[in-house]
Structure formats: C-alpha cells, structure tokens
C-alpha cells in the first residue's frame, strides 16, 4: 500500500517513513504544500498524512483539493483517499475545520507512534466510497438509497440530505453518520456503537472527533428555528429525534 506523507519537519518526516516502510508500507515524502498537492491529486495513494502547516499551501487546502471532484460525474479513487492530520492545532474548532475539509482522522502533536501506526492501519482497513463492502456476516448491512424521517431525507447515493426541501450537501463522513442516526430514530446511541457502526470496529477516532463531527453535522441540518434533530445525551452518547 502507498502512503503520502506531507510534512516540513525533516527531523519527523524521516524517522516516520522509516517506520512505516519497515510496516511494509512504500511511502512517498512531501516538505512543502504545492510539492505535496501535486502528488496527492496526481498520484494513486491509500492514505494521506497531512500536516497543517505547511509552507506555499496547507494540509486543508491539499484536503480540499483532493475532495474537490467527489461531487463530479466521474470521481476517482484520489477523490476518496482517506486522510489522516498531523497538527498542534488541538481545539474542538479546528477539528471541525479539517473534518469539514474532508479529513478521516487527527492526530495532535506530539503523538506516540505506535498510536500513529494503529490509525494508519485503521483508516487502510475501511472500504472507500468506491470500493464494494464485504459480504460475510460481519459487514453491515446494504443501506436502503432513501432514508427519510419527518422533514429530512437523506439520499444517500448522491450523499445528499434535504431538510423542508432545501438541499443539503453532506460529506461521505456525514452522510455515514446522518444515516446510521436515521436508521434508528429516538434511540439511545452510545459513543460505541457510532464508533463501530461509522468509524468501523476498533478503529474509534481520536478524542473530540465525534464530537466535532457531531457539530458538523448539527451546523448542516439544523437551521435556526427548526426542531432540533439531534440531541446529546452527556456521558453517553446521542439521540436523533424527539426522546420517544
């Protein structure tokens, strides 16, 4: 499997690729944004490391490029590449900026590399958008293409919600956790069972992901003076529609 690794610290970059080429991995190395966008949107990679700060273009601007032809006609396999940020930045708020930018993960700096290794191996485990699940009795089940309760729907094949009939455009982490929430209406919904049913079992994201994705997600369908949709039930998890 081939990683892209897009960084400008050497003395980080280089012990990293190390690592991962002893993981069997072949890893390609960027020290700056325009070099690393380059190979990101040109290149057939399985995962991209990115660090935030870069000089000539950012980590979220690399992310938005590479996400920038989802909604094309013809998407490629770069347009689903899972992407994994490197960062200080460590507020709920610039988590939701680069999970907003399309990023899977977020590792804040510095981090154990063992912790490194297990999320890369996580995000190397989930099927793309454009990859068929597996069919043994482990996967989840086939998602119906239409999700619908009271004024929302979800059209998840074009990963598309509407809300009173104004669309809502969602990303392919949006659209997995709109439609799991939908999927069991009033229901209690620990931060387990969204870890495993979205993130994948044993891959749970990193502290505060949820919960920047949450808000993302909440930012998206709830509109000022509409009935909220999804509630927080603190210390467990969430719930989506009234409490039943």
Known sequence: MRILLVDDEVELTDPLSRLLQRQGYTVDVATDGATGAQLAVSGDY???????????????????EVRASVGGSSPTNTAYTPVLFLTAKDTLDDRVDGLDAGADDYLVKPFELRELLARVRALLRRPTALEPRTSDAAAP???????????????????????????????????????????????????????????????APSSNALAAQMRLLRKKIESPGQPTLIHTVYGKGYRFGAPA
């Open 46 to 64: 399985d995962l991209l490391i990115l660090d935030w700060m870069l000089p000539g273009k950012s980590g979220i601007e690399i992310c938005q």
């Open 141 to 203: 089940s086939v998602l119906p293409v239409l999700l619908e309760f009271g004024d929302i729907t979800l059209d998840i094949e074009n990963q598309v919600a509407s809300r009173s009939n104004q669309p809502i455009e969602l990303s392919e982490k949006e659209m997995q956790l709109l439609a799991y929430l939908m999927k069991s209406p009033h229901q209690l919904l620990t931060h387990t069972q969204i870890y495993d049913a979205v993130w994948g079992k044993g891959a």
